[in-house]
């Protein structure tokens, strides 16, 4: 559980970001969200990974880190919670051992306010 305090870091980063680039991110986050709850083969899918094939996917992760404190923002929004695969791509993060992926969402973004703070 993040504590209120981390909350309100998490939006405090993500609303430093250049709002034209938070407003292509939103249109591109919410359109990957769409495109993998409209395909069948990915929507049944239990693998996180599979979200990645989208293209709205591979273009998030074009914007590079840039877009990070926003992917944290979305982590912390319970549907949301599949924005984890592109926290670990632009992170090159390898995927956590905790396969619960509400879990592993929260200890990235403990991680990622972590790191912030050093």
Same mark, same amino acid.
């Given at each position: 559980? =993040?504590?209120?305090?981390?909350?309100?870091?998490?939006?405090?980063?993500?609303? $430093? &970001? !250049?709002?034209?680039?938070?407003?292509?991110?939103?249109?591109?986050? !919410?359109?990957?969200?769409?495109?993998?709850?409209?395909?069948?083969?990915?929507? %049944? +899918?239990?693998?996180?990974? +599979?979200?990645?094939? =989208?293209?709205?996917? #591979?273009?998030? *992760?074009? %914007?590079?880190? /840039? &877009?990070?404190?926003? &992917? *944290?923002?979305? %982590? =912390? &929004?319970? !549907?949301?919670?599949? @924005?984890? @695969?592109?926290?670990?791509?632009?992170?090159?993060? $390898?995927?956590?051992?905790?396969?619960?992926?509400?879990?592993?969402?929260?200890?990235?973004?403990? @991680?990622?306010? #972590?790191?912030? /703070?050093?």
């Amino acid at each position: 559980m =993040l504590s209120p305090d981390e909350v309100s870091r998490v939006h405090e980063f993500a609303s $430093k &970001v !250049d709002p034209a680039l938070k407003a292509k991110f939103e249109k591109l986050h !919410d359109e990957w969200y769409r495109a993998a709850a409209e395909s069948p083969e990915i929507s %049944m +899918s239990s693998s996180v990974g +599979s979200r990645s094939s =989208l293209p709205q996917f #591979a273009a998030i *992760v074009e %914007m590079g880190k /840039a &877009v990070l404190p926003l &992917v *944290v923002e979305q %982590m =912390l &929004v319970p !549907d949301r919670f599949f @924005s984890l @695969s592109l926290y670990e791509a632009l992170c090159d993060e $390898k995927p956590s051992d905790e396969a619960w992926c509400q879990k592993r969402a929260l200890q990235y973004v403990k @991680s990622w306010l #972590a790191a912030t /703070a050093e």
